[in-house]
Structures are given as structure tokens and as C-alpha cells.
């Protein structure tokens, strides 16, 4: 049974930072990209970052400058670095993957884990 467990969120003020990490079981996911999606109240979920297995990355014009993902193939994890945050980085953040190259397509990614709330105060 694949999962993908993300932990690492919470509450922070505006400028301050969160690593948020994704643990994968269940299946090697080194030759897959690994994404990040988030969903605010009321809004669509929409794309953060993405990573491919050789180290190819996508980021929303939103974060970029911002935000860092990395993987770690050893330990199936995937990490989003989250610098400066803001009021508005604020939603639930989800972990995610896809046989295949970046998408930035929810709709494209197979494998999805639960979410972990991040909260940025004003």
C-alpha cells in the first residue's frame, strides 16, 4: 500500500520559515517526480513545487525565491523549505507523485498524502 505522509506544519509568523517533509512507503518513488500542492479556504488547490528524479524543478511564480524542494532518494522524502513566509502562503499543504516528468496538474499526480496545515499570522 503506497502512502506519502507529510509532517512539518504549523503556525508561524509573517517572515519566518517551516520545512515541511513528505515520507513515501509502499514503493520506491526515485524515478518519480514528487510535488507539493496547497488549498486555501474557499480556493482550488493549486501547485507549489515539483521535483523529478534527476533533479529537474518547478516552482509557482508564487513562491519562487521563497520556497526550496529537495528530495532525498535514500530515504524517500521529499522536503519544501519555506522562507519568508506570508499571510497568504496560508493552506493546507499536500504531498504528492507521479510516474512521469513535472506536471503542475493535480489531476496528473497519482499518489496523494493526507496534509499538513501551515498557518502564517500577520
Known amino acids: 500500500q503506497v502512502q506519502l505522509v507529510e509532517s512539518g506544519g504549523g503556525l508561524v509568523q509573517a517572515g519566518g520559515s517551516l520545512r515541511l517533509s513528505c515520507a513515501a512507503s509502499?514503493?520506491?518513488?526515485?524515478?518519480?517526480?514528487m510535488g507539493w500542492f496547497r488549498q486555501a479556504p474557499g480556493k482550488e488547490r493549486e501547485f507549489v513545487a515539483a521535483?523529478?528524479?534527476?533533479?529537474?524543478?518547478d516552482y509557482a511564480d508564487s513562491v519562487k525565491g521563497r520556497f526550496t524542494i529537495s528530495r532525498d532518494n535514500a530515504k524517500n522524502t521529499v522536503y519544501l523549505r519555506m522562507n519568508s513566509l506570508k499571510p497568504e502562503d496560508t493552506a493546507i499543504y499536500y504531498c504528492a507523485a507521479r510516474t512521469g516528468g513535472l506536471s503542475t496538474w493535480s489531476v496528473e499526480y497519482n499518489y496523494w498524502g493526507q496534509g499538513t496545515q501551515v498557518t502564517v499570522s500577520s
Open positions: 521535483i523529478r528524479w534527476s533533479g529537474t524543478i
Open positions: 509502499g514503493r520506491t518513488f526515485s524515478s518519480d517526480t
